[in-house]
């Protein structure tokens, strides 16, 4: 048969699947029952959860001196964790909105999941900057309200106040974007639910759903809406991880006065995104029988991506480094010289070996297919980028300008329990999505089954 | 005025979009179609005029943009000057470059939030809402044509028969 396509491109829909095959496929772990290998890990993420909530609970009453901070080094895992975690989020919008505006149908099988990632990231994120505010029940002084204090109106010159609003317009409008995206999918679990004849389940996806019936007016502004806040949606990403990174550029101290930050952090984020998406999708399309839809194909684009990315943090690095050179300023030069061969090197050369060279090896097709190889990458690559962010931030603070000041930074057992809660907050949120919400768009894999699926293809 | 309503069932879109100009053609008027995912191409046979969302959402967007700098003027140049770094605290162009990036971040909100609400509207969907798809197997896989006859004065022996020949799984009267 004929088929809409370049017969070359591989298909994206395995199997000889139809409309209401694809319904079947993805809405059966939502109408199933939970197996055991989900309630082991997902008791894991609770405990991991309640543990860090009761971290933070004990950093709210005792204060920040429970963390490991120093006078020295007076910022470290609280913002390693948070620059963490808005990059990893930052994948889910680089697959929903731009690789829709450069119509890649590949997103089909993976953004939905990938925008769950970010918005389950976000919140992880979002939760440091508000505990390190120390005194968190003075966290709406950070918003610009008319107050007792003759008027004392928030600084909108600093990076800090810009991260407050493009995390908060991130979130929210990541939020909306896959909500709107959500509520034609809610619509086929509801009447799926009904005819099955489920009250319960149906009047819950009936509220979530919002009524949607799947009209032509209604698919029209669909598509419309779709398209303009994938538009608004690509600056918006490009500019939140920019300022995150001003919170560091526009600072006198060596190693983060530079302009190349805002790239590079960028690209970083889309790099360590990626390889969370790897993570998850490569356990998801197992656990819920989806290896039809992200197929080896999908996983192999994705590689491609972390290669690119990859590259581009490894010219940063060493563009870092000639100009930290080049600069001829001694402050710099030495803060990168300290932080290769200094008392951090092993972080620095982790950092090194896990995003520099570690991608590279996916010049080779047969280990960018390999989906062992894949998830030990993947995970390699998360650590890579978790202490890219610690170097940049630790080594660059603990020598300061006196040698008297100089010190160690280590983690007290509160920072790790901090980092560890949300590593659970995340994976919580993200296997209770994947039991009671759509983890494929149905509608739009629906819409490209003609044009990729594989029985289409012959 | 009857208010009676006649349903074609399709197993295709290919083949409810050949229907529904057959249909045009003979000068039925089409309420509406349902479908699980959005059919390319029915707008203009069904009568569906390009939407003016985006136009809308570049509205919003101006307003966010003009928010965000009136609150920076108000609360740092007019109600309480501060000294930050010596930056010209005296004058909101000058000061623009320390502005521009919340003055975009409030674009984006106002220009996203509204569309979204504007989008909710109308399409007449809230939390709540009863659904109005004819039937439910149209969220699955089957595509829906539905016609008013109180709007047409087509005989409905003859939409049927329209219907029928352009390959309508089912035909139901409602």
Known sequence: ?458 | MSTKEIHGLFADEEVLKASAKALVKKGVHIKDVFSPFPIHGIDPIIGVPPTRLHIAGFIYGLVGMSLALFMFWFTLIMDWPMNIGGKPNFSLLENLPAFIPVTFEMTVFCAAHGMAVTYFIRNTIYPGKKNWNPDLRTTDDKFLIQIDLGENSVSVEEIEAILKETGAEEITQK
């Open chain 1, 1 to 458: 048969m004929s088929s809409h396509e370049a017969w070359i491109r591989e298909p994206l829909v395995l199997g000889d699947k139809s409309y209401h095959d694809i319904s079947n496929d993805i809405a059966k772990p939502i109408e199933g029952k939970a197996n055991k290998q989900w309630w082991i890990v997902f008791t894991i993420s609770v405990i991991a959860m309640l543990w860090g909530l009761g971290c933070i609970m004990y950093t709210i009453g005792v204060g920040i001196g429970t963390w490991g901070l120093n006078k020295t080094v007076e910022w470290a895992w609280d913002i390693t964790n948070f620059v963490w975690w808005v990059g990893i989020g930052h994948a889910g919008t680089l697959i929903s909105a731009v690789l829709l505006l450069f119509r890649q149908k590949w997103r089909m099988a993976i953004n939905r999941s990938a925008e769950a990632m970010t918005i389950f990231a976000v919140v992880c994120a979002a939760l440091f900057p508000g505990i390190h505010m120390g005194r968190i029940w003075m966290a709406y002084w950070v918003l610009p309200l008319p107050n007792q204090l003759g008027s004392l109106w928030v600084n909108f010159n600093s990076p800090l106040l810009w991260d407050v609003f493009a995390i908060s317009t991130y979130f929210s409008v990541s939020l909306v974007f896959w909500y709107i995206g959500l509520i034609p999918d809610f619509a086929t679990i509801r009447d799926r639910a009904a005819r099955a004849a489920k009250p319960i389940s149906h009047a819950v996806y009936s509220i979530m759903s919002f009524g949607w019936s799947g009209n032509a007016r209604a698919w029209h502004r669909f598509e419309e809406i779709s398209l303009v806040l994938a538009g608004l949606a690509t600056p918006l990403v490009l500019s939140v991880h920019t300022i995150v990174s001003m919170d560091f550029a526009t600072s006198v101290i060596p190693g983060w006065h530079t302009t190349i930050f805002p790239p590079y952090f960028v690209a970083g984020a889309i790099f360590s995104g990626f390889a969370m998406v790897q993570t998850l999708m490569l356990v998801m399309r197992k656990v819920v029988n989806l290896e039809e839809y992200i197929t080896i194909n999908h996983i192999e684009l994705m590689n491609k991506v972390i290669m690119l990315t990859g590259s581009i943090v490894g010219v940063a690095y060493i563009t870092e480094l000639f100009m930290s050179w080049y600069s001829g300023v001694e402050y710099e030069q030495y803060a990168f010289l300290n932080r290769a061969s200094g008392p951090y090197w092993w972080a620095y050369w982790a950092m090194m070996t896990c995003n520099v060279i570690s991608p590279q090896v996916f010049w080779s097709k047969k280990l960018r297919r390999n989906i062992t190889f894949t998830f030990i990458l993947s995970i390699v690559v998360n650590i890579g980028m978790w202490f890219e962010r610690f170097v940049i931030i630790v080594t660059s603070l603990h020598r300061d300008y006196l040698p008297s000041s100089w010190i160690m930074f280590y983690p007290s057992w509160v920072d790790i329990g901090i980092f560890v809660g949300t590593l659970g907050i995340f994976f919580t949120f993200f296997l209770l999505y994947a039991r009671t919400f759509p983890v494929l768009p149905i509608a739009e894999v629906k819409s490209i089954l003609k044009s990729t699926g594989s029985q289409y293809k012959k």
